[in-house]
């Protein structure tokens, strides 16, 4: 019976939003399972408020954890002998070699399968949905003799809910939709609630801030809390206007529903935010879409047409919706 489990999982932000109920839920249906997860110090918050029997490690990969010295470090700072098993739930190189540590030392271990091969197929005409991230990291666990129940959607606790949130920015243009005609649905929806701006980056802060300046009932949120913080923001909206990015996995994560935009990555993928609906997810039928698994790739049209052809008023009478 394993009393002291390791998670693995070191970025990025929304993959590890997506590992967090799992966590919760492992915890609940196995109270006297000490739970540590190893990710990156600044993710500390999404597992906050979690059961007693969950703990938090954090590393500091471009500080004193970088470069296999620094993972050697981290094995030995982690108390890797008290660990019994090690799901590694990330699946790259840095996780990959702690998880060979563990194994020289006869630990038990199991890793992320990515299913490389039905994400290939996905993006040659084969439109299916593909297994869920979620469900690969169950598999993981299976793998350890551990069996978790996930509920199917996120808990939504009996608080009242005001407003409508907009993170309009992600990680690659791909998936990021055009911010003129994202500015156009501030501007329509300001006028039936209040709207909340959330955005990380320097540019990002300026272009929320110009917006919060220009119209009414609109605050920019950017730069100014933490994680935590954010976290209990979304908790109290309506909804969320998100692209495919880690916002769309916050806002998943407190139970908050999510229209999100979709351009050169789909839903299908399997990385859609936990407990949300395809019916909120917007997007267009191309046939060059997906085209990328990440978004990280780009058009090689140079047209996005996936993103500029989606309009400004379907989102908001998506958003408007509460079917």
């Known amino acids: 019976m394993i009393k002291n489990l390791l998670l693995i999982r070191f970025s990025a932000l929304g993959d590890v939003a997506l590992l ?3 966590v919760r839920s492992l915890a609940v249906q196995y109270p006297s399972l000490q739970i540590t997860v190893l990710s990156r110090e600044n993710f500390k918050d999404i597992f906050a408020n979690f059961p007693e029997n969950v703990h938090f490690f954090g590393a500091e990969l471009k500080g004193k954890h970088r470069g ?4 050697i470090r981290l094995f030995r700072e982690i108390e890797y002998s008290r660990f019994d098993a090690v799901g590694d739930m990330h699946n790259v190189l840095r996780s990959r070699f702690l998880l060979f540590l563990f194994r020289l030392k006869g630990i038990q271990t199991a890793c992320l399968h990515k299913g490389r091969i039905s ?12 297994q869920t991230m979620q469900n690969r990291h169950l598999q993981t666990l299976i793998r350890l003799g551990l069996v978790v129940d996930l509920p199917t959607t996120s808990p939504h606790e009996n608080i009242q809910k005001e407003g409508i949130g907009i993170a309009p920015f992600a990680a690659f243009p791909t998936k990021t939709y055009p911010i003129e005609k994202m500015e156009k649905v501030v501007e329509k929806l300001c006028n ?15 272009v929320l801030e110009s917006w919060e ?5 609109v605050v920019s949120c950017a730069g100014k809390y933490s994680l935590g913080e954010e976290l209990e923001m979304m908790r109290h909206l309506q909804a969320m206007i998100t ?10 994560l407190v139970g908050t529903r999510v229209i999100s935009v979709w351009g050169a990555t789909h839903p299908y993928a399997g990385f859609l935010g936990w407990g949300q609906r395809l019916e909120d997810c917007v997007q267009v039928v191309l046939p060059c879409r997906p085209c990328s698994i990440f978004g990280s790739k780009k058009c090689k049209l140079g047209t996005l047409a996936c993103l500029k ?5 379907e989102i908001i009478n998506r ?3 509460h079917e």
Not at 119 to 130: E, V
Not at 192 to 206: A, D, M
Not at 243 to 252: F, G, T, Y
Request: aromatic residues 6%.
């Open 20 to 22: 967090a109920p799992i």
């Open 68 to 71: 296999i010295k620094g993972l």
């Open 119 to 130: 994400r290939s197929l996905l993006l040659h005409c084969h439109l299916k949905p593909i």
């Open 192 to 206: 039936h609630t209040k709207i909340y701006l959330f955005g990380g980056g320097k540019n990002e802060k300026e």
């Open 213 to 217: 300046k220009k119209y009414p009932n």
């Open 243 to 252: 692209m495919d990015s880690s916002n769309m996995h916050l806002a998943s």
């Open 309 to 313: 052809n989606i309009s400004e008023d």
């Open 319 to 321: 958003v408007l919706s």
